[in-house]
């Protein structure tokens, strides 16, 4: 029996054919090299066939028909030895020094839930950005975040399925990744783990996420509010959260439901986005809220085109 790794390394895999190659040669330049790499694939081009090429004993390959992302992802915890998970996306891709982070922020962080280190943006116009971050001590800072839920509601999330490592444990705990969700599905179990657990983060830039690759789900319109705001609402509603904790929770609770009221908006819903926007609480967030409102009482049909664009460029810098 081989021995244990001290990191699994977990890839859903569904029509990404033209990426995986990108993705686990990523994984296999890793300075860290005690691993082993789960693929669970599902799709109907040549993926599979891409894995098979890989003569490495540490890949292995899962072949399910349409399980989803999400049930894709548990899956591959379920096959991994290791009790630290690493996620990676197929059409992502992991910088040399990701995994070595990861190991380190454990070691230093045992008590954590979750570990990150930042990440870049591959644009459609093959343009690498860095996510603006507020809340967070300067580079090369890492260590415990002071408020994960501070840095979620004020600027780009700080944790990407790509860039993050979860104990395994700990991932069980929170049931895993949701089934049945097309989106959100990630965000909803970083907000779980980090209602209960420590959320460390590394300015080390370990992952690259391409945002221009083909079938993003994320790239899609989606008309449902997200399902961290119930969880959220019905733990302060139960007291289970600390003072400390609780003004940065309702702003990120507002975050999210302002970004649910301009998805409304923006397929035509004016009616549920002003009852959405009535209904939220924020301190930090009062114009983009009223601007919003603005917005929802708007004839959206009787518009020129150039206006909608020009709101809604106005409406995503909020």
Same mark, same amino acid.
């Given at each position: 029996?081989?021995?244990?790794?001290?990191?699994?390394?977990?890839?859903?895999?569904?029509?990404?054919?033209?990426?995986?190659?990108?993705?686990?040669?990523?994984?296999?330049?890793?300075?860290?090299?005690?691993? /082993?790499?789960?693929?669970?694939?599902?799709?109907?081009?040549d993926?599979?066939? @891409? @894995?098979?090429?890989?003569?490495?004993?540490?890949?292995?390959l899962?072949?399910?028909?349409?399980?989803?992302?999400?049930?894709?992802?548990?899956? %591959?915890?379920?096959a991994a030895?290791?009790?630290?998970?690493?996620?990676?996306?197929?059409?992502?891709?992991? *910088?040399?020094?990701?995994?070595?982070?990861?190991?380190?922020?454990? /070691?230093?962080?045992?008590?954590?839930?979750?570990?990150?280190? #930042?990440?870049?943006?591959?644009?459609?116009?093959?343009?690498?950005?860095?996510?603006?971050?507020?809340?967070?001590?300067?580079?090369p800072? /890492? %260590? @415990?975040?002071?408020?994960?839920?501070?840095?979620?509601?004020? =600027?780009?999330?700080?944790?990407?399925?790509?860039?993050?490592?979860?104990?395994?444990?700990?991932?069980?705990?929170?049931?895993?990744?949701?089934?049945?969700?097309? *989106?959100?599905? &990630?965000?909803?179990?970083?907000?779980?783990?980090?209602?209960?657990?420590? @959320?460390?983060f590394?300015?080390?830039? %370990?992952?690259?996420?391409?945002? %221009?690759?083909?079938?993003r789900?994320?790239?899609?319109i989606? &008309?449902?509010?997200?399902?961290?705001?119930?969880?959220?609402?019905?733990?302060?509603?139960?007291?289970?959260?600390? #003072?400390?904790?609780?003004? &940065?929770?309702?702003?990120?609770?507002?975050?999210?439901?302002?970004?649910?009221?301009?998805?409304?908006?923006?397929?035509?819903?004016?009616?549920?986005?002003?009852?959405i926007?009535?209904?939220?609480?924020?301190?930090?967030?009062?114009w983009?809220?009223?601007?919003?409102?603005? #917005? =929802?009482?708007?004839?959206?049909?009787?518009?020129?085109?150039?206006?909608l664009?020009?709101?809604?460029?106005? *409406?995503?810098?909020?």
């Open positions: 029996m081989p021995d244990i790794p001290a990191i699994s390394v977990v890839i859903p895999l569904y029509n990404k054919g033209p990426y995986i190659a990108r993705a686990l040669n990523s994984v296999l330049a890793q300075t860290f090299q005690d691993f /082993e790499v789960i693929v669970v694939d599902g799709s109907t081009d993926g599979a066939e @891409v @894995v098979k090429g890989f003569d490495d004993s540490r890949i292995r899962i072949q399910e028909e349409g399980v989803g992302v999400s049930a894709a992802r548990n899956q %591959g915890v379920a030895r290791a009790e630290l998970i690493a996620f990676l996306d197929a059409d992502d891709e992991w *910088m040399p020094r990701h995994l070595e982070t990861l190991m380190r922020l454990r /070691e230093n962080y045992p008590e954590a839930g979750l570990y990150a280190t #930042a990440y870049s943006i591959f644009t459609t116009r093959s343009e690498l950005k860095s996510p603006r971050f507020t809340s967070i001590p300067p580079a800072w /890492e %260590g @415990v975040l002071p408020s994960y839920f501070l840095v979620a509601a004020m =600027s780009s999330t700080p944790i990407l399925t790509s860039s993050v490592g979860i104990p395994k444990d700990i991932f069980r705990e929170s049931s895993g990744f949701r089934i049945g969700l097309n *989106m959100f599905e &990630d965000s909803l179990l970083w907000g779980q783990i980090a209602l209960k657990h420590p @959320v460390v590394s300015w080390q830039r %370990g992952a690259i996420y391409h945002l %221009g690759s083909d079938n789900l994320s790239n899609r989606v &008309d449902f509010e997200h399902p961290f705001v119930k969880i959220a609402e019905d733990t302060i509603r139960k007291r289970q959260i600390s #003072a400390a904790k609780l003004e &940065d929770l309702k702003e990120y609770i507002a975050r999210l439901k302002l970004d649910f009221a301009r998805r409304s908006i923006a397929l035509g819903k004016n009616e549920l986005a002003r009852s926007l009535l209904n939220i609480e924020t301190k930090r967030y009062r983009r809220k009223l601007g919003y409102l603005f #917005a =929802s009482a708007l004839p959206i049909s009787a518009l020129p085109e150039t206006t664009l020009n709101l809604w460029k106005l *409406m995503k810098g909020g």
